[in-house]
């Protein structure tokens, strides 16, 4: 299952927190959506207790959550589904390199984030670093475990 956020473009500036997940037959099947204000801890935890009031399962079973790097999500999951794995979406981490350090920087990190072992995640950080140490830097700020695919611990 994936909850994530996205905002509404138009006169009221909202924001779309959703839950989706894949069915038996890997088709995306949308479990839960709501219109807020904002992205906020609050209002992420009124919508992860809806959705474990629907699938009640949800507190007992591993989930991995994906965040955008907080806006709540992370601390509100914590509390409704201790079992999980918590990690970082890699788009909105590449999106955030592009910005800052050009497209090149970019496509190194997905070569970070997606190594086969723990060596090639390494090699592609120190080859990420030649071409732009700021980029190797911030990269580096957020724990391997929680966006890398060789070190992070849940499904």
Same mark, same amino acid.
């Not at 959506?33 to 507190?59: P, Y």
């Not at 907080?70 to 918590?86: C, F, T, V, Y």
């Given at each position: 299952?994936?909850?994530?956020?996205?905002?509404?473009?138009?006169?009221?500036?909202?924001?779309?927190?959703?839950?989706?997940?894949?069915?038996?037959?890997?088709?995306?099947?949308?479990?839960?959506?709501?219109?807020?204000?904002?992205?906020?801890?609050?209002?992420?935890?009124?919508?992860?207790?809806?959705?474990?009031?629907?699938?009640?399962?949800?507190?007992?079973?591993?989930?991995?959550?994906?965040?955008?790097?907080?806006?709540?999500?992370?601390?509100?999951?914590?509390?409704? #589904?201790?079992?999980?794995?918590?990690?970082?979406?890699?788009?909105?981490?590449?999106?955030?390199?592009? #910005?800052?350090?050009?497209?090149?920087?970019?496509?190194?990190?997905?070569?970070?984030?997606?190594?086969?072992?723990?060596?090639?995640?390494?090699?592609?950080?120190?080859?990420?670093?030649?071409?732009? #140490?700021?980029?190797?830097?911030?990269?580096?700020?957020?724990?391997?475990?929680?966006?890398?695919?060789?070190?992070?611990?849940?499904?």
């Amino acid at each position: 299952m994936v909850c994530s956020g996205t905002f509404t473009i138009s006169k009221l500036r909202q924001t779309l927190p959703l839950a989706v997940s894949l069915d038996e037959n890997n088709l995306i099947i949308l479990l839960v959506w709501e219109l807020v204000r904002s992205e906020n801890e609050q209002n992420w935890r009124f919508h992860l207790e809806r959705l474990c009031n629907a699938i009640g399962s949800m507190v007992t079973c591993p989930l991995t959550i994906l965040s955008d790097r907080e806006k709540g999500l992370i601390r509100a999951s914590d509390s409704l #589904s201790p079992n999980g794995h918590r990690g970082f979406c890699c788009q909105h981490i590449a999106d955030n390199v592009r #910005s800052r350090f050009g497209n090149a920087a970019r496509d190194l990190f997905w070569k970070v984030a997606n190594p086969r072992s723990s060596v090639a995640y390494g090699d592609t950080l120190a080859e990420l670093k030649e071409a732009s #140490s700021r980029a190797a830097e911030y990269v580096s700020t957020t724990t391997p475990e929680l966006f890398d695919t060789s070190h992070f611990p849940g499904p």
